[in-house]
């Protein structure tokens, strides 16, 4: 599990994302799609278009990290959001995502 800053925003892209993209594709990504500054230290979490893998891109003071996870089974379900596509998750609602608990049907700003 992993413990996060209440001060850490979590940026889901909605739009599928290429899972062959690396480090520097995702950073230009969460800057022109998400519209936000990648080295911010904040989160941006990406999914394929099956929705059975995530990329989560992150800033650590001297470099990007990556997270992927990839399901067996299932899908990851990005709360449903009105407007450019992108929404930003609390913490908590991020490790409902990662484990498998989200619904469609949860809404968020």
Same mark, same amino acid.
């Given at each position: 599990m992993l413990s996060l800053s209440p001060s850490i925003r979590i940026y889901l892209c909605q739009k599928p994302t290429d899972m062959r993209r690396g480090f520097d594709r995702l950073a230009e *990504? &969460?800057? &022109?799609?998400? +519209? *936000?500054?990648?080295?911010? +230290?904040h989160l941006f979490v990406f999914r394929n278009r099956r929705e059975n893998r995530l990329k989560v891109l992150y800033w650590d003071r001297n470099g990007y990290v990556v997270w992927y996870k990839r399901l067996e089974s299932g899908r990851f379900r990005f709360p449903e959001v009105n407007g450019q596509g992108v929404s930003v998750l609390p913490p908590a609602a991020f490790q409902l995502l990662l484990g498998g608990v989200m619904k469609k049907s949860h809404r968020i700003s």
């Open positions: *990504e &969460a800057r &022109a799609y998400v +519209g *936000e500054d990648p080295l911010s +230290g």
